[in-house]
């Protein structure tokens, strides 16, 4: 069966190691598989759920495309493009948005933590952001999503709005309900200061994350300053469970090496943190660096990032125009 592929990811400046590990290293891989069909979406329009500023909201979207492309995306085998410039995914969010229940969206955690305890600032569009998503992904009659840990309650609510619409209007199998694919281990990085908070773009401390365009020296430096309790590295899988920062960056060097968690903890077994951190600093620098200064030349040559997007654009558009058609004939508008 052809897996069609669909994932996104937000403009919103300093795309970090979670972010690949969690979901673009899987795009890569998924992409690289000739039977599957992916599409990659900038979602700007989720980026603005909070507020951004224009101009750096516009270089972010060509870093997200650049970044896409500097880890391995093949452009001539997916569809990348952005999200706002493709009219069908405003106009699905809203038919969907009255398909879903509210009481749904209360229950979705990731507006709980975003707006914090000031819910009534929040914008609508935060708590709304689901719904935008799921009409992100049932557009394109996707498959399968691959998503980090944070994104499986969306994903959830993306299948209960898809089996609602296509049973209050008896269309049986019209929207598909998608399957999340979730790495099962390693599928939420946290944050280098704390190992109970993801890590994350829009967090203050740039210490907490590794930019995917930092350089070898801030990686390096970020690493050594990353938190750790005081005891030496756990020698068993209950002990790393109990120890969170320990946890997180054994993980982090086991994703990033390919060795199974028990072997790395074998491994590094009752060694102190410092021998263990110059390791885990060679792997980032020699996964992310490529990385890094592959961004940084594809920046140098924005004609050729913009020109990945309009061909994404004319692509999504055609398939998405006819999907909003039958919407539209099937809601009777
Ligand atoms: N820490 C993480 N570990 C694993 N996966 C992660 N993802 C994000 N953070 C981690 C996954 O990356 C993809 C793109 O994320 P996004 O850009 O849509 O937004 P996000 O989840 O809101 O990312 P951030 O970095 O946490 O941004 P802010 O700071 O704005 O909240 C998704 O598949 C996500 O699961």
């Not at 009534?120 to 009659?141: C, N």
Request: some cysteine; proline content about 3%.
């Amino acid at each position: 069966m052809v897996k069609k592929i669909f994932s996104g990811v937000q403009p919103s400046g300093n795309l970090h190691l979670g972010n690949y590990l969690g979901a673009i290293k899987n795009f890569v891989e998924l992409n690289n598989d000739n039977d599957n069909k992916c599409i990659f979406c900038v979602v700007d329009l989720h980026a603005i759920t909070v507020k951004q500023n224009p101009k750096e909201l516009k270089d972010n979207i060509r870093e997200t495309v650049a970044t896409f492309v500097a880890s391995g995306i093949d452009v001539k085998k997916s569809i990348i493009f952005n999200q706002s410039k493709v009219p069908a995914h405003s106009e699905a969010a809203w038919i969907l948005s009255c398909v879903a229940r509210m009481g749904w969206l209360n229950r979705m955690t990731q507006f709980k933590e975003k707006a914090g305890k000031d819910k009534e600032k929040a914008s609508i569009g935060l708590y709304s952001y689901p719904i935008l998503m799921a009409a992100d992904i049932l557009l394109y009659d996707a498959t399968h999503v691959p998503v980090g840990d944070d994104q499986k309650q969306h994903l959830e609510l993306c299948r209960d709005i898809a089996q609602k619409f296509n049973k209050d209007y008896e269309v049986d199998d019209f929207f598909k309900t998608p399957e999340p694919l979730i790495k099962k281990e390693f599928s939420r990085i946290m944050s280098l200061k704390d190992g109970l908070k993801k890590m994350s773009k829009s967090e203050l401390s740039d210490n907490s994350r590794i930019n995917l365009t930092d350089e070898k020296d801030e990686i390096i430096s970020k690493i050594k300053k990353a938190k750790t309790d005081s005891l030496p590295l756990p020698t068993n899988k209950e002990e790393l469970e109990r120890r969170p920062e320990a946890k997180n960056l054994i993980g982090i060097y086991s994703s990033l090496t390919g060795i199974k968690l028990e072997k790395s903890i074998e491994k590094f077994s009752g060694k102190n943190f410092s021998e263990f951190k110059d390791e885990l600093s060679n792997e980032v620098v020699e996964k992310i660096s490529p990385i890094s200064n592959e961004i940084k030349k594809l920046l140098q040559n924005k004609d050729y990032l913009d020109e990945i997007v309009i061909n994404g654009c004319e692509k999504a558009n055609e398939i998405s125009s006819k999907k909003i058609t039958e919407i539209h004939k099937i809601v009777g508008f």
